[in-house]
Structures are given as C-alpha cells and as structure tokens.
C-alpha cells in the first residue's frame, strides 16, 4: 500500500504535464519552417497548405457523395431521412473526435521527447524527477541537498551541489510547467544547431553555470532557482541567433525573437511578483557569452574536441545520439 501511493499522483502530474506542454507550447516561424519541440520534423508552410487543400477536397468528395450540397428542398428531406436511418449523432462525432485529439496530443509529445537531443533530455528528466520528489516527499520544496549552498560544498566535498542547483525550475506548478516548456523549446533548439559540434553547445552551457554559480555570490545575491535563471540565458542566445524572427507566444499574440526574454522577465514578474532581478543576469551573461562566441574570444578547448572524436566508449555512444540529429538535417 505504501509503495502505491506515491505511483498514482506522479502518473496523474505527468500526464497534465505533457497535456499542458502541448497546450502551452510556443511555436516559432522560421521564414518557412515552422520550429516548435512538438514538431521537430521541420514541416513548410506549403506542406500544410497542401495538406490542407487536400482535406478540403476530401470533405467536398465527401459531401456531394452523401447529398448535403444538394439545393431542392426535396433532396434535403431525404438526406434528413438517410441521416436518420444511420443515427448519426453530431454529439457521437464531437466525442470522437475529442478522444482522437487528446490522444494525438500524447502521441505528439511522446515522439517530440523521443526527438529530443541527449543532454537537454537528460537536464529536464533530472530536474522534474528532483522536483516531483520534492512535491511528494518534501512539501513540495526542492531538496536541500541538491541546492547550492558553499558551506557543505567546501567543507563536506559536496561538489554536485554547483551542478544539481540548477535542476531547480521552481515548485512544482504553472510556472515550473511554463520554464520546463521554454528550457524544453530552446534548450533543445540550440543542441540541435550545434549537432555537428556539440562540445561548442556544452561550453555554451558551462559558461552560463559559472557566471550565475561565481556572479551570484559576488553580487551577493541568494542563488534561488539557477534553473529559471538558466532559461532565461538559453533563450536570450536563441533570440540573438534568431534576431528578426516572429514569435507565436500561446497562440495568443506575435512577437520578434529579440523580445522573447523581456516577455519572460514579465512572466516572472506576474507569476511570482517580485523583480526579476536574477533572470536579468540571466540576459546580461547570455550577451556577454554571445559576444564573446562571435569575436572568437570562447572555444572549445582543444583536448575536449579531441576526446570527442576520439575512440573512448563514452565518446562513441555520444556521437551515436547526435548521428541521429545530423540525419534529420541531412533528410530536409
């Protein structure tokens, strides 16, 4: 009995996560490519719009073969008459059709996770299964011992502390979903773009760490949840990647890339109501990174490059997970 307690709330919290991934997802125009975590196949616009006329043509053969686009009121007395003979309920078709979307939405997002390059996959399923152990188990508070304090990290050699602190996205709730979303969209975007060297990716990664891990101390600044503080310096990247883009936020409203993490500094503010002074530094170390990557200043070092390509297991098995991505490029 003890050990099924805790199995039916997180199967219940994994599928409302995934259902309200896929209904919050933000879904991105890329000139003609439409880039999105739950449509990682790169899918034009004109593949849709050929898709859609397709369905259009369907639904017209459909209909003047069942009479509907008839015009003398005699014809439709005896599509009435058909309609009754085969009991078709538009309450039965809305019910079906309800029960197909719900399951193409998990569906969706079972593929797009399979999708998902490795150390982004890896970083979300240690941060959400430390932060469902904290929901169930701890009050729904992240664990203590994963959190970043310098204390034990020094004296009791507790050095995963820097690293584990930044799987903390927040409580469990609408704004963990939301920051898992956004980790899951450009985190995910950006070790794809770097498939081919995904050790820049990793530097990428390791800079935004250390200057939140050494920049917070030093501005004496309380380290709360790295791993907001973290998207936000991911998506400040993309955006500059992506300067000039049009952003789809929700399905609400557009927006260009370059505004992405001033809307994301708001919806901290309005979720959590208080100054998003941490995501802010979140900004300022993605553009110092940023600039610093295109002057040429940060590289790669040498000698990871060089265990990359070299024959260690541990670096096969790596290069197998991103042959799958380079792919998929090459298959466009």
């Known amino acids: 009995m003890n050990r099924a307690l805790p199995r039916t709330p997180l199967l219940v919290a994994l599928f409302v996560l995934s259902a309200l991934m896929s209904s919050v997802s933000s879904t991105t125009t890329w000139g003609q490519v439409c880039v999105s975590p739950l449509s990682f196949p790169f899918?034009?616009?004109?593949?849709?719009?050929?898709?859609r006329t397709t369905i259009s043509k369907s639904a017209v053969l459909f209909k003047l073969r069942g009479g509907s686009l008839d015009l003398s009121d005699d014809e439709d007395?005896?599509?009435?008459?058909?309609?009754d003979d085969f009991n078709l309920d538009t309450d039965d078709f809305e019910a079906a059709e309800g029960d197909f979307a719900e399951a193409n939405t998990i569906d969706r997002v079972?593929?797009?996770w399979k999708r998902t390059p490795p150390l982004t996959k890896a970083y979300l399923t240690a941060s959400f299964g430390a932060t469902m152990y904290g929901y169930l188990f701890n009050k729904n508070?992240?664990?203590r011992i994963l959190t970043l304090e310098w204390k034990p990290v020094l004296q009791r050699l507790q050095i995963w502390r820097p690293f584990t602190s930044f799987l903390n996205f927040g409580p469990f709730g609408l704004g963990y979903i939301l920051t898992a979303q956004f980790v899951w969209t450009y985190m995910a975007t950006l070790?794809?773009?770097?498939?081919?060297r995904p050790f820049d990716f990793w530097i990428m990664m390791l800079f935004g760490q250390l200057s939140m891990v050494i920049g917070y101390p030093l501005l004496k600044l309380s380290p709360r949840f790295l791993g907001h503080n973290l998207s936000t310096y991911l998506v400040y990247i993309w955006s500059r990647y992506h300067e000039g883009v049009e952003v789809n936020m929700f399905e609400m409203f557009n927006t260009k890339a370059e505004l992405l993490p001033w809307f994301f500094l708001a919806q901290t503010f309005l979720l959590e109501g208080e100054p998003p002074v941490l995501d802010f530094l979140g900004i300022v170390f993605g553009h110092i990174y940023h600039h610093c990557k295109t002057v040429g200043i940060l590289r790669a070092p040498d000698a990871l490059v060089a265990w990359y390509h070299g024959d260690s297991?541990?670096?096969?098995?790596?290069?197998?997970?991103?042959?799958?991505?380079?792919s998929e490029f090459e298959l466009v």
């Not at 007395?77 to 309609?83: G, K, S």
């Not at 297991?313 to 380079?326: F, H, L, Q, W």
């Open 191 to 196: 070790e794809r773009l770097n498939h081919n």
């Open 313 to 326: 297991e541990v670096a096969k098995r790596i290069r197998e997970e991103y042959k799958v991505i380079t």
């Open 77 to 83: 007395d005896d599509d009435e008459d058909e309609d």
């Open 141 to 143: 508070e992240f664990p």
């Open 43 to 51: 899918v034009t616009n004109k593949a849709i719009n050929q898709h």
């Open 110 to 112: 079972l593929e797009a």
